[in-house]
């Protein structure tokens, strides 16, 4: 869970949130969009505002389509997700260039003939060079521009898959903007001045991707209870274990102590049936432990790794708390007076 909470996930979802935009039916709202992010744009309050369809809600269904390329002398159709954006986006999600350059208005070719595509549809589309390169998907047909460092746009529970971006603001569903800290109350403000009718809907971009973990989240609480609760009952038979070893064996302890046996000689004497048997649990409880644990951890595209050392140090506290709770009760008989130990027999 650590590994999933501090994995870059190669773009800035700080301070980032999502605004769910009027429903594409709503003629009178609609226009409003564009005036409404204008003004955003010219708030010292706001950083940056991007408007697409589907844009980085990560439990949105991509739309997919059919995409055109060209290699080797031979064109071929691949299936691929599209993510519809302008010029901002990029810049607003500081998303990482790996050649070409962004989408632009500058460029006025861009809004029909510009494609930016991912590392991961690069190797897919099998390209050498991809900036250049002749594409054609969703209406839009013309030449990549630029190729983006892979992007985590999904769970890490799967792979980072191809991905096509194109300059598509129409019909627009979601707003991404990047606010200033403590300016929520500007967007709160703005809102009703341009959708009287709809209320305001949005969410954080952290959070969202949050909630993608929620269930191995309870999971690794639920793990954490059940953990405290067997080592708990482990804790208790063992106490009741040395405590009732220690009563059988009350004249030994006596007569050893009476021939000259140290308290370390009578503890050892008392612990090590004890550590051979923790040492067993240990040696049966790996497999089973490896196999559950790999299994979960297949569950996701990006994951650590089992070590060795894990399990070591699984076996070595598992030992230090059997030692623990048996060493008051060996101390005890150990330090009693062999006279009244052997009078109590």
């Known amino acids: 869970m650590r590994f999933l909470q501090k994995r870059d996930l190669g773009f800035d979802q700080e301070q980032v949130i999502n605004l769910y935009l009027p429903d594409p039916d709503d003629t009178l709202s609609r226009k409003s969009i564009k005036p409404f992010v ?3 744009r010219q708030r010292s309050e706001i950083k940056s505002a991007s408007v697409g369809s589907g844009i980085y809600d990560p439990n949105t269904i991509l739309p997919a389509a059919s995409t055109l390329i060209e290699g080797n002398g031979k064109k071929r159709e691949l299936m691929t997700n599209y993510l519809f954006i302008e010029e901002h986006f990029v810049p607003l999600l500081q998303l990482k260039l790996k050649e070409g350059r962004n989408l632009s208005a ?10 930016l595509v991912n590392e991961a549809f690069v190797k897919q589309a099998g390209w050498t ?7 054609e998907g969703f209406g839009h ?13 999904k769970s890490l529970h799967s792979p980072i898959e191809p991905v096509v971006m194109i300059w598509n603001t129409f019909p627009a569903s979601t707003l991404i903007v990047k606010l200033k800290p403590g300016s929520l109350p500007v967007l709160n403000k703005l809102w009703p001045k341009y959708f009287p009718e709809t209320p305001l809907n949005y969410s954080f971009m952290d959070s969202a991707f949050g909630i993608l973990y929620k269930a191995d989240q309870v999971r690794m ?10 080592v708990f009952i482990s ?5 009741g274990l040395i405590s009732m070893v220690s009563i059988q064996r009350t004249r030994e302890i006596g007569i050893r102590k009476a021939i000259g046996a140290s308290v370390v000689n009578i503890v050892a004497l008392l612990s090590k049936d004890f550590v051979k048997l923790a040492i067993v649990a240990f040696a ?3 497999p089973f432990a490896w196999y559950f644990m790999d299994r979960w951890l297949l569950d996701f595209a990006y994951r650590v790794d089992l070590e060795w050392w894990m399990f070591v140090l699984g076996g070595f506290l598992s030992l230090i708390i059997a030692l623990a709770t048996i060493s008051y009760e060996s101390f005890k008989a150990a330090l009693l007076n062999p006279v009244e130990s052997l009078r109590s027999e």
């Open 38 to 40: 204008d003004e955003l």
């Open 106 to 115: 500058d460029f006025g070719t861009d809004v029909q003939q510009g494609f």
């Open 129 to 135: 060079q991809a900036v250049g390169q002749d594409i």
């Open 141 to 153: 047909k013309g030449k990549v521009v630029g190729v983006l460092k892979n992007f985590h746009y």
């Open 221 to 230: 609480t639920l793990f954490n209870y059940f953990t405290l609760l067997a």
């Open 235 to 239: 804790m208790l038979g063992l106490y």
């Open 284 to 286: 049966i409880a790996i």
